[in-house]
């Protein structure tokens, strides 16, 4: 193009048109519609591509290898959590550029699942201070059957002696046949249709927790603490014998680690209902 200008016009006009329409055409107009349709037109001329890697196959394959071996491959380009999250913050704004925005929700589930690399157990479960529990020497009476039906739990735990410890967990829908009047003594439920509680330390992390749940074998487990009893000496050079016991913190639920995910509450209609009876009160 400066050579066929130049013999139609002045140098200095033909070296300014040129790098011009170099500019305009090469540089700014490419640029422009790739940003906004560039899958597009990367599909559509993707079988000019195909074409031009097999013609020029011979030449561009060793030329690569040599430039791995000199400056190394090409791994592409990754993105810390916290980048990505702030991707996905970047995605909430209606924009020409972003026609269909990320609604709030899905915010909040893509960054819940983001955040849960570095959540544990302690994170997320409820104190047992707060766990509704009965007593295995208790009756299935009217008042005890009242309390569960307002409670709305499917699973209940039970203990015996103190809170702490617990002997397992009481299935719900296993009391639908009993009769109040007959005040069934719950050791006799539990003996029949009890489900061991197992137990997890309280570092452990959410995701392996969530990966038992979904093993479909328990969506409930109790929260212990290892605590440090006492420390002797066994006059070895391997210094202490530390010795420890199981302390229970409280219980941690399948919905307690998808509400964790979803970074909201999960309300049923139990729930609902308890807090239309609260404000009403």
């Known amino acids: 193009m400066p050579l066929f200008l130049d013999r139609i016009s002045d140098p200095i006009t033909a070296i300014c048109v040129s790098v011009t329409a170099v500019l305009i055409f090469g540089e700014v107009l490419p ?75 899905e915010v909040l589930i893509i960054k819940g699942a983001l955040d849960m690399r570095n959540k544990m157990v302690k994170d997320a479960y409820t104190p047992l201070e707060s766990v509704y529990m009965i007593d295995i020497n208790s009756a299935m009476d009217h008042q005890l059957m009242d309390q569960l039906l307002a409670k709305g739990h499917s699973r209940i735990p039970v203990y015996e002696s103190s809170r702490s410890n617990v002997k397992g967990v009481l299935l719900v829908k296993t ?25 997890v330390p ?33 006059g070895n050079v391997s210094g202490a014998v530390v010795q420890y016991e199981e302390e229970i913190l409280g219980i941690i639920t399948l919905e307690d680690i998808i509400e964790e995910i979803l970074q909201e509450e999960i309300l049923d209609e139990t729930d609902v209902l308890l807090m239309y009876t609260n404000v009403l009160l």
Not at 184 to 192: L, P
Not at 206 to 232: C, I
């Open 175 to 199: 009391l639908i046949k009993l009769d109040p009047d007959d005040g069934t003594q719950v050791r006799d439920i539990f003996s029949k249709h009890s489900r061991k509680l197992p137990v």
């Open 31 to 105: 640029q422009a519609l790739c940003t906004r349709f560039g899958l597009a037109i990367g599909a559509t001329l993707s079988p000019l591509v195909y074409f031009l890697m097999a013609i020029l196959f011979i030449i561009a394959w060793p030329l690569a290898k040599v430039l791995d071996c000199l400056l190394g491959k090409d791994h592409g380009t990754f993105f810390r959590r916290a980048e990505l999250g702030a991707l996905v913050d970047l995605h909430t704004e209606k924009t020409e550029e972003n026609e269909e925005p990320l609604s709030v929700d």
């Open 202 to 234: 309280e570092n452990t992390p959410l995701y392996d927790l969530l990966n038992e749940f979904q093993t479909g074998k328990t969506h409930m487990v109790a929260v212990k603490k290892e605590v440090n009893r006492s420390e002797e000496h066994d």
